[in-house]
């Protein structure tokens, strides 16, 4: 018999809880992919949104696990504390914002997610079209936890999203 997989069963709590804010009017979901990467037999999964009113900014909550994870509970091989079985979640935002004040909006957007997301480590990206004198840059900012998750996050699956939510109300 099929038994999921840690990434499964948070793949299905990530998406119904997305979903479900897409279905109340909260949010907007505009992309999503869910691959198995047959190279490395790997998993991926990433659920895109925006807020209804704005579409300068967008989240995306990415999901994966690698082929050791994957194998060793399959296998039920035995972890240990250094190598726990388990996923990676990942929240991204993107903005755009004019290229002349990028510097400015990485600062304010570091803060606010400092105080949204505590002392998780941030990576923050700009990117632009060279030459291209009119168009805004991208602003990505990458919220990473450094960690793998298990299932015993299941529960503050919905509360991460509504993090998300918040951050991009403020951003």
């Known amino acids: 018999m ?5 990434f499964d069963n948070l793949k299905v709590v990530v ?3 997305v979903y479900d804010l897409d279905l109340c009017g909260e949010l ?3 992309n999503r992919n869910d691959r198995v990467e047959l190279s490395t037999m790997s998993r991926y999964y ?14 995306e909550l990415r999901l994966w696990a690698e082929t050791k994870d994957l ?8 972890s240990t504390l250094a190598e726990i079985h388990g996923c990676h979640l990942q929240p991204v935002f993107y903005k755009y914002v004019n290229k002349d004040n990028a510097e400015l909006e990485c600062v304010a957007s570091e803060t606010l997610a400092h105080k949204i997301w505590g002392d998780a480590h941030l990576v923050q990206k ?5 030459g291209d004198h009119n168009s805004n840059a991208l602003q990505e900012i990458t919220v990473s936890f450094r ?23 403020r951003l």
Do not use: N, W
């Open 126 to 130: 700009i990117s632009y079209t060279y």
């Open 28 to 30: 907007q979901v505009v």
């Open 2 to 6: 099929f038994d999921p997989t840690i």
């Open 46 to 59: 990433a659920i895109k949104f925006t807020l209804p009113d704005r579409t300068d900014c967008s989240a």
């Open 147 to 169: 960690r793998k998750f298990g299932e015993e996050v299941i529960e503050d699956v919905p509360q991460m999203i509504e993090h998300m939510v918040m951050m991009l109300e």
């Open 71 to 78: 194998a060793g509970e399959i296998l039920e091989l035995d």
């Open 15 to 17: 998406e119904g809880a």
